[in-house]
Each structure stands twice: as C-alpha cells, then as structure tokens.
C-alpha cells in the first residue's frame, strides 16, 4: 500500500497592514492500492518528493512575489488590490489521473514535462482592474516565462466561469542547482470566487446529474455577478474622482 501525500492549501488573507496565514487540508490521508498501472509514478519516493519540493517551492516564490507586489501597490495607491490568496499542490492521484487522461506515460519525467499545475496559485483580487494589474506586473518580471494564458474574463467558460489563466515558468534555487517549475496562475475579483466556489460545490459534490434548467440558472448568476462586478468597480472609480 501506498500513502498518498494530502494537499494542502495555504490562504493568506490581506488585512490593512499585514497577511493572515491559515493552513486547510483539502484531503485527508488515504491509502492507495498499488496497481501496476501505479507503477511508474510512485516507482521512485525520492523522485517524488524531489518533485513535490520544486513545486512547493514554487509556490511559495509565487505567493511572495504577490505579497510584494501588494504591498508595492498599497504604498502607490493607499489600498491593496489582493484580497487573498490560495495555493494548492497537486495530489499523486490527481496527477496520474490527468496524464492518463490526456494520453502521456505516468512518469515523474511526464508530469513534469506535461503538467503545467502541478503548483497552483490563486489570487483573489478586489476589482476587475486589480487581476489586470496584477498580472502586467507579475510578467514585467525578468524570471517569470509565460507559457500559456487563458481570459475567462472576457471570454467566459461555457458555463459561466470566469477568471485569468496564467501558466508560468519560474526558476528555483536549490543549494547545489536551479530547477524551473511551472505552475498555474488564476486570478480573478472576489465576485468570481464566490461564484466559482459555489458553482464547484454545487455541480461536483453532487450525486446526480444537474438538470439543463438548473446549469441555466447558474450560468445567469454568473451574468448577474459579472454585471455586480462591473458595477463595484464603476462605483469605486466614481469614488476615487470625488
């Protein structure tokens, strides 16, 4: 048997002056059986761990390149444009699933080679602007490489959702070399967080299927809070010019 690794996922919530870190598992531990098919990815623990610890260092650049570029923010324009963020390490389990979905060999080398979320960031911003703005300075950066960016923004999913994609390459410094991880990026106002968060719960924790009338009613709310979002932000502008 195996033990799978469980995610965990760090939230830093901005406050006036300073984050709040909170830690929230989002699996528990839970024993796999060890099917041939298992074989090449767990094959190598020192691998695998290798590879978790690119990642999760990853992460952590990534959160702290955002917490600077808050705090740059707030010292230009007297708020902070982050609300929180969110970052997450893919299961064992989830990313055999997704290689064997996608057709590749479940190797640690495919993995990395393949996924581009092993490490996942998400930054819930306040406004439509603030995931723009995070965005062009988080890409200024010399040792940020794009890979791939996907606006769910302007060019919402078919069911409604809505964020920024944004895969990246980053080097990390180890003691003895430097490694380049990828990771995925979504940025999105805390209107799509809410939206996308309940959407979630509502569709995938569900035994059943959702009827065509009710996935309807859902896309229209995801309408009706893009509109809310538009509004704030005209609303905060307005502010801003008084």
Known sequence: MLLQLNERTLVITGWENHMQINYIDDSSYERL????????IFANIGELRELQHIHTAA????RLKFE?????????????PIHHI??????????YNKLVQRGFPTSIESAKKNLNDIAGVRVVCCYIDDVYDMEDMLL??????????????KNPNFNGYRSLHLDVEIPV?????????????????????????????LRYKSTKNIPEDISREMFNCADEIAAIDVRMQRIYKQIQKL
């Not at 992460?59 to 990534?62: E, V």
């Not at 979504?186 to 979630?200: G, I, N, P």
């Open 140 to 153: 200024r950066q010399s040792d940020v490489r794009l890979i791939e960016r996907t606006d769910y923004i």
């Open 33 to 40: 059986p060890e099917p041939e098919s298992f074989d090449n």
């Open 86 to 95: 969110e970052s997450r390490l893919k299961s064992t389990r989830s990313m």
């Open 173 to 201: 410094y180890l003691s003895s070399k430097t490694e380049y991880a990828r990771a995925e990026i979504q940025l999105r106002t805390v209107a799509m967080d809410f939206w996308a968060s309940l959407e979630h719960d």
């Open 68 to 80: 600077i570029l808050n705090s740059e923010f707030r010292v230009h324009h007297h708020r902070n």
């Open 59 to 62: 992460m952590m650049q990534l």
